[in-house]
């Protein structure tokens, strides 16, 4: 790309695949993330989208319907198979999200500490438009879950009616903090599963049966533990297998750089600079800044038995630090591209976790390569795929005290999740003030050859219907097709 006049070029990524079980972990670097300022126009009136709209997501209008009256929704995924096909069972769609109780008396903001693993289901052919999601309630029975809050996952069909339920099991240990929303004793973290039963009828879906497994705790080496810092992230487990792989399954999950919290300090290689470059910054320029505080990376785990009751780390593939300290919800989308496997990496990350001197939108980021493990080549050179409309020449903000003059649909939505067909779907936030707790409008988000661009043709102007998750492979039927 041609360089934008003031900015660094970004990094040279080969894309070049690796053993997963390598010891290779590729950079998401400063040079690539400060392609996001580079391909931000400076000059849009305060408050505006500053960014291209094919990064865009369309604006979601305030007046959005609830998905369910009773409860809050927000991270959502679809019953899947190991190939990321979205399921149809038994002529129903299913999907799993995190749900809180509206009617608790907690706001919206303190949903992480009460979240439970709910599910809804709809008729393979409803109208996306008009027929709602049936309410199933909770995943689990109360109290059987591994931990005392359920975070989000991934499920996955098995033989015959047997589902896998990956989840993050959360414990918090401290009801004030729960009622308060943080500040009290950190939680401890691990990924478990459930192997249960799902049960299709004319009426509808139920599951039962559920027996929880724990998988893996933070090891304090690869992956940053409690001990080493409260705010640690071990989180989101995503299961698939890889074609170049047969026989087994991995897992993503977001983690955070083994070692106590502080006592990283940033390499040349996480910042990325060609030589001579004459708008790169220097190790300890950034190293003067505490952006060594910023630590995300993306986990990697392999199965050691079929049950896939028995996990072992790998090295992390992507690592984040000194750029940004949460790559959320990854998951690995393989499409093939002229005749070939380019292996697509997304996650979920938000505008305050940036370290200093970095900018960007709560959105999704994505990366490209050639294998599970490889040189990532973030997509559109930045790492940004999609993000919520933000005027990024203004500073950061949290969701809890955006400030006025910003773009009020710079929260709009968050934990996105990219589906066959490039189908990409959210909950809903803040839009200019409203809260959410239900899912966004999906849009489509056409990628090739790491390039991304938002599909405005899709839909009304790019927006199409709240929460449309559609299967793509059918399973079962029983006449009901
Ligand atoms: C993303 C997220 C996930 C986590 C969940 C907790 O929205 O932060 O990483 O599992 O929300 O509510």
């Known amino acids: 790309p041609a360089p934008t006049p003031g900015f660094p070029l970004p990094t040279k990524h080969t ?5 997963p079980a390598a010891n ?4 998401w670097t400063r040079a690539d993330a400060k392609q996001i300022m580079a391909q931000s126009n400076p000059h849009v009136a305060p408050g505006e989208n500053s960014m291209s709209p094919d990064v865009t997501m369309p604006e979601i209008p305030k007046d959005f319907p609830a998905m369910n009256e009773d409860v809050w929704v927000w991270d959502t995924w679809s019953l899947t198979d190991e190939n990321a096909n979205q399921i149809s069972y038994k002529g129903w769609d299913v999907v799993f999200s995190l749900v809180a109780d509206r ?6 903001d303190q949903r992480h500490w009460n979240a439970r693993i709910g599910y809804f289901f709809r008729k393979t052919n409803a109208d ?51 009622n308060a929303g943080g500040g ?14 799902i049960h299709a009828t004319k009426d509808g879906v139920t599951f039962d049966g559920f027996q929880h497994t724990k998988l893996l705790e933070p090891d304090g080496k690869l992956y940053q533990n409690k001990a080493q810092n409260p705010g640690f992230a071990f989180r989101d487990p995503y299961t698939f297998a890889d074609p170049a792989h047969p026989g ?69 593939i992507l690592s984040a630090n000194c750029v940004n300290d949460q790559t959320e919800r990854p998951q690995i989308f393989i499409q093939n591209e002229n005749g070939k496997n380019k ?28 294998g599970v493990r490889s040189d990532y080549q973030p997509v559109n050179n930045s790492g940004l795929a999609l993000g919520s409309p933000t005027d990024l020449n203004m500073p950061a903000n949290a969701p809890e005290g955006p400030d006025p003059r910003q773009n009020g649909r710079q929260f709009q939505a968050y934990s996105h999740y990219v589906q066959p067909g490039g189908l990409v779907q959210s909950f809903i936030d803040n839009v200019d003030g409203v809260r959410g707790g239900s899912l966004s409008p999906t849009v489509k988000m056409n990628f090739q050859g790491g390039v991304t661009e938002v599909d405005r043709s899709f839909g009304q102007n790019g927006l199409g219907p709240y929460g449309y998750l559609p299967t793509n492979v059918r399973v079962g039927g029983e006449g009901l097709y």
């Not at 047997?162 to 729960?178: C, G, L, Q, S, W």
């Not at 009290?184 to 039963?197: E, F, Q, S, T, V």
């Not at 004459?278 to 800044?289: F, K, L």
Request: hydrophobic share 35%; aromatic share 14%.
């Open 24 to 27: 290779f972990t590729s950079k």
């Open 248 to 316: 087994k399954t991995f897992m993503v999950f977001e983690g955070n750089t083994g070692g106590a919290r502080g006592s990283y300090k940033c390499k040349q290689e996480d910042l990325g600079y060609a030589a001579g470059d004459p708008n790169a910054e220097t190790v300890a320029q950034v190293n003067s800044t505490g952006a060594w505080f910023q630590t995300a990376n993306v986990g990697l785990a392999v199965a050691d038995n079929k049950d896939l009751t028995k996990w072992s780390f790998l090295p992390p």
């Open 128 to 178: 996306p438009a008009k027929d709602k999601w049936n309410y199933g309630g909770h995943l689990f029975l109360d109290n059987t879950s591994i931990g005392n809050t359920e975070w989000s996952g991934s499920t996955r069909l098995m033989q015959g009616n047997k589902i896998n339920v990956f989840y993050t099991a959360t414990t918090f240990h401290d009801v004030a903090e729960r």
């Open 103 to 108: 009617h608790a008396g907690y706001g919206f």
């Open 343 to 370: 292996y697509y990496l997304f996650t979920i990350s938000h505008q305050f976790t940036y370290a200093d001197g970095m900018r960007g939108p709560d959105g999704v980021y994505g990366f490209v390569g050639d």
């Open 15 to 19: 894309q070049q695949a690796y053993d």
């Open 184 to 197: 009290g004793i950190a939680p401890d973290a691990a990924i478990a599963k459930a192997l249960g039963n």
